[in-house]
């Protein structure tokens, strides 16, 4: 990890790479081929192998990539070789399938806080959370020096709750809320957007 | 619309104009350029350009582009300027949460039928739904007409849906299982990855 400037597009495939790696050590397979990653992950070999050298040379001439050590190197470049604590805003319906759903602490992204605004949802549990008012939601994940967040809540809210979040120090918000959301330059945000990604495959029937 | 083939990513860049154009929109705005039509969707100007040139020629020299009409012209190409009936699949918390969330239906993506193969949820309502159970799902499906499917099933059980969702007809599958889906050439999947979008944005912190 040299200071260069790494495209975000080449980050963005790093996630995509280290879920096909996965797969290959769950079906038995120990090394692997840029070509066989490639097609595995829906991307050339040749972006395959520019991808990686940016970060380093991970594979042998002739021997290709060792899964595990791909895998710990991807994780580690990503900062997913340790767990991350994260804060859940909006206990809606989404909120709700989410703040019990097991896959994100399973990767290592571990919800710690559950927030809402509704009286009769405050101090109920969502499976072992007390969901906290939003109240405190900005000194909770300051004194926890929480920096990643999900916000859960309607699109009208959302602005707000981003604005918040920032307040409280967090540095990357996945969106749930069919909003865009403005935030400081140095604050990421992803957005989930299902409903984008529908409207991109009616194109084609 | 020629017969020329257009690259897919400038396709998947269609509905973020749209939702960019709906936004102005709702802001009062009658006309945009292309550049504040990118600012807005975290594109360069003479991408947008590039992008819309492949379908025709929808602004003004130096008057830009009306909003109302490039947004119709939009839903025209991505043919969601009609309605698409859908079939969800799985209701477990993720599935129960899609099901009563309105904002499909109020993109033209109207849930019709729901599915499951928990014999203590097959009948019951979710909704305006009746749980339908997946024996009947294949004829269901074909018979309606249905080319558009939710998955929502857990990861494991998601390719054995999937053989069957094409088998019915189906011709494009949003996937929520963590799980790669094996499909003909002819059936478009997307994948929601809120995992990946995370473990993408980790790399800045």
Redesign the interface.
């Given at each position: 990890m040299t200071g260069k400037i790494i495209p975000d597009i080449v980050?963005?495939r790093?996630?995509?790479y280290?879920?096909t790696l996965q797969?290959f050590a769950k079906e038995g397979e120990t090394t692997t081929s840029s070509k066989e990653l490639g097609e595995?992950s829906c991307i050339t070999a040749a972006q395959v192998r520019k991808d990686l050298s940016f970060f380093g040379e991970f594979g042998k001439q002739g021997s290709g990539y060792n899964i595990v050590f791909l895998s710990d190197q991807i994780r580690s470049?990503?900062?997913?070789n340790r767990g991350?604590d994260v804060a859940l805003v909006g206990v809606?319906?989404?909120g709700?399938?989410i703040a019990?759903?097991p896959?994100?602490a399973e990767?290592g992204?571990r919800i710690v806080f559950v927030f809402d605004n509704d009286p009769t949802k405050i101090g109920t549990k969502i499976g072992k959370h007390t969901i906290l008012p939003t109240e405190i939601m900005v000194e909770t994940i300051k004194n926890a020096g929480i920096?990643?967040a999900l916000i859960t809540v309607p699109s009208r809210a959302a602005q707000a709750v981003a604005d918040q979040l920032v307040q409280a120090g967090i540095?990357?918000i996945?969106n749930?809320a069919?909003a865009?959301l403005n935030v400081p330059d140095h604050i990421?945000v992803?957005t989930?957007?299902?409903?984008?990604?529908?409207?991109?495959?009616?194109?084609?029937?």
């Open positions: 980050v963005s790093l996630p995509v280290l879920q797969r595995r470049i990503l900062k997913i991350w809606g319906d989404l709700h399938a019990r759903y896959g994100f990767r992204f920096t990643v540095k990357a996945l749930y069919q865009s990421r992803e989930v957007s299902p409903i984008l990604q529908l409207q991109h495959m009616m194109y084609y029937l």
